[in-house]
């Protein structure tokens, strides 16, 4: 009963390391895996992220082994 | 359709011909492509060293889905994104993106709205080295249009 | 600025590549290149052979003067223009143009440019040769956006 | 007194070969220059002028030792 979590860029800099997963339990929406991970209430609003390698809005729900990912614009190219 | 993500240099100009060469002869009319180069500088700043981050799995579906909706949206033959990862230096290759259609039009097009697409939806992420030594993320990009 | 009429068939890359070098490397982030190469048909007719006619002296004073306008309507680094002359065959070259410059912006809206510009501005003239042995002149240019 | 007339394209293979100069007397305008040069007395709509490698209209003037030339609509590129 995990959601396996990952940060990039400036946001993986700021996470403890080795942080990969949380418990799914109480679990519902994309912006409840950030309060659980991070410990901070809420997620700012120039957070980014997907679920299982699509973008998705923070409201969006998740599931028991969904990939979870948070990170800043993306700046390629 | 290709997608590449190279972890070492490349050369711009053999992908190219590598792609025009996997077409038939005679076919197309019109190559249009781009190349992204790191610059030694960046907002006033001399930068040394650029390092490139990217979410494995998500960035290649992404740059295919921006393939795909390029061909949706115009009449081309073929396109083609290589984008470096890892560690790069100033006059290094970032980013190719070409686009091979019947006439021009459709390929200056195409081949720009993939260099627009992936800036905005690719998962890269740039950290730039400065001549201090210091570290810093790219915060955002440079308008396209 | 460089301006070339080739006569015999030339090499995209290389060129882009000689351009690329003649500039201090991290000068530029930005390099959009167009090549149109001839097609082995044309409106509905199979082409074995072009021949491309120009105007001496004229022809070159053209293309500097598309060029130095490129470069005042738009922040970029350097642009090349080369073109072929005489006889052609499917797959090879007909046109380069390309654009430097330190964001990608400007080196797309300069490279499209020079391309409708020397279409419509420089004085050459396609003539193909058809499989049916018949020859006939271009009468006019597809349409660039 | 002469002035130099080249024809390219598919106007270049409509005139006799060999001719490269007209006489310039009385010679006023590029569709003078036409006019003696072809022997017809309109110069076509569709034919496009240069003097001394710049483009010109056909009511533009000449003057002895010009080079004037006469081409379809440009299909380079």
Known sequence: ?77 | MAVKLEEESFDPAAEIARFEASLPVGSFGATASFVGTMRNHNEGDSVTAMTLEHYPGMTENQLEAVIEDAKKQWDIIDALIVHRVGEILPGNPIVLTAVCSAHRAAAFDACRFLMEALKSRATFWKKETLASGEQRWVEKNTPGY
Do not use: Y
């Open chain 1, 1 to 77: 009963m995990a959601i396996k979590v990952k940060f990039f860029a400036s946001l993986r800099e700021q996470q403890p390391e080795g942080l990969n997963a949380v418990d799914a339990d109480g679990i519902q929406t994309i912006a409840d895996v950030w309060e659980r991970a991070t410990s901070t209430q809420l997620m700012p609003a120039h957070v980014l992220c997907s679920v299982n390698l699509e973008h998705r809005e923070p409201h969006e729900a998740v599931k028991d082994g969904d990939e979870v990912a948070f990170f800043p614009p993306v700046t390629g190219g």
